[in-house]
């Protein structure tokens, strides 16, 4: 690349600008709140979006507002717009476990900057900017513009970038930094099961009498908890703790007026990737099939969720969905709601499917296993997205990360889906490097502060190759 010094340069004199311009936004917990005039999706993610507005201004681009759901910061050239950087600036609750306070970013000895939303995705989002402001500050000479898009609600549907893309036209070429390097050509579909079952009030002893876990649909949850009617606190610890400690999950149990509650505690993780985590959902009912509950109606419905959504089975093999294609790889399937009550229950799964998957080998498959069962269902899919790996749009983004990283450029597919899930020849480009485990959408989220220069410089280069 003929600008690599220049940019290499640049980006280590604004080093620290780049590291305080993340934790000026990450300060902020942009998380889903109620709607108010001017913030369509609460206080929050308002803030956050006036915040960067207010940030990109100051670097001098054009910056505009669109109806308080995403901000758009251009750097203009003659010939119209030939690129669009796709990131947001919402994030997912913080959850519990954490070592510090999540909204008070903290640099570690061991080179990571820990906080919510430093990778998924304000990370993203000031490595993109950064980007843009190199190319501009440098004076790179550019045939064509570039757009920085910044959301605040991809956590929660993405109705935002809905909302925008009814008013404005995509650029040609099309990234979001809101993944992995290299590219990500590849994202799979969405398939949302819901279902429910009732049953009578139940007096029997000992039995479950309330269980909750799962705060976000797209979470692993770290922690679920259950009260036991009926059953004392130490008799509950004597029969859950060894399982729970052959499970990889530590307990904890409380006397309550109603009971004794048991709490599990595993780990966390994106349900994209659920293999990456210990689902405390499952761990818990798991657990609760081998107590000795009374027989009645809510102990086996425990006991179907244990057959059919069991405890390790990341791939909906025991519902009957299990399966995979090349450019996609294989459906995973993350248990992550659950509201039981004493008359009834409710969950949610959030399942991941390839591009081979259709209604009637996944949805169908999942309804009648579960309605055989008794429970009531519904849900429905969303199509994979794909974008052919031979584009020079992609071989150019390719040839940018080779050139700042020494590794090889090649295309992957994943689970999670972003900004371009519905953009044709779009693609998910960074800002995650291969093999780091930034613990997205857990506790102590966290990036490699290096990465995020090195981040900054290969969107520099993608800027100047792609607009020059």
Not at 104 to 127: F, L, N, Q
Request: aromatic share 8%; glycine share 12%.
């Amino acid at each position: 690349m003929g600008y690599k010094q220049q940019i290499t340069d640049w980006m280590q004199a604004h080093r620290e600008e780049l590291i305080e311009d993340l934790k000026r936004l990450c300060r902020i917990r942009s998380v889903m709140g109620e709607a108010r005039e001017n913030a369509p999706y609460g206080e929050g993610p308002a803030k956050a979006l006036a915040e960067a507005m207010e940030l990109c201004a100051g670097y001098g681009f054009a910056v505009e507002n669109h109806g308080w759901r995403v901000m758009t910061a251009d750097l203009g050239a003659p010939e119209g717009r030939a690129l669009d950087m796709l990131a947001h600036l919402d994030v997912v609750g913080e959850g519990d476990g954490w070592d510090t306070d999540p909204y008070e970013p903290t640099i570690k000895d061991d080179g990571y900057i820990y906080g919510r939303g430093v990778s998924d995705d304000k990370g993203g989002a000031v490595a993109a900017l950064y980007g843009m402001r190199c190319v501009k500050e440098l004076g790179l000479p550019l045939k064509r513009g570039c757009r920085l898009i910044l959301g605040t609600d991809e956590e929660s549907g993405s109705s935002d970038i809905e909302y925008y893309y009814k008013r404005e036209k995509p650029a040609p070429n099309t990234f979001s930094p809101d993944a992995e390097f290299p590219v990500c050509n590849a994202e799979k579909g969405m398939y949302r099961l819901r279902f429910r079952k009732s049953w009578a009030e139940e007096t029997a002893l000992p039995r479950v009498a309330s269980l909750s876990g799962g705060f976000r649909v797209n979470v692993v949850p770290t922690e679920a908890g259950a009260v036991i009617a009926g059953m004392e606190p130490m008799h509950l610890m004597a029969g859950a703790a060894p399982l729970c400690a052959e499970l990889g999950a530590s307990c904890r149990v409380e006397e309550t007026p109603e009971g004794a509650r048991l709490t599990v505690v595993g780990k966390g993780c994106h349900a994209a990737s659920p293999e990456l985590g210990l689902n405390g959902n499952t761990v818990l009912i798991r657990v609760l099939t081998e107590l000795p509950l009374a027989e009645c109606a809510s102990t086996r419905a425990l006991r179907e969720l244990d057959r059919l959504l069991p405890h390790g089975d990341f791939l909906g093999k025991a519902l009957g969905i299990a399966q995979k294609d090349a450019p996609t790889g294989e459906l995973t399937c993350s248990f992550t709601q659950i509201d039981f009550t004493e008359t009834g229950l409710e969950g949610i799964c959030d399942c991941r499917v390839p591009l081979c998957a259709t209604a009637e080998n996944c949805k169908d498959v999942a309804d009648a296993a579960l309605s055989a069962c008794g429970f009531e269902t519904a849900g429905m899919m969303i199509p994979p997205h794909y974008t052919p790996e031979d584009s020079a749009f992609i071989r150019t983004l390719l040839a940018c990360y080779e050139d700042f990283t020494g590794r090889k450029g090649e295309c992957y597919s994943m689970g999670g889906g972003t900004y371009v899930h519905d953009i044709p020849g779009g693609v998910a480009f960074g800002i995650g490097m291969p093999g780091v485990d930034v613990r997205m959408h857990g506790a102590n989220e966290r990036y490699p502060v290096e990465d995020l220069f090195t981040s900054a410089m290969i969107f520099a280069a993608s800027i100047a190759a792609l607009c020059g």
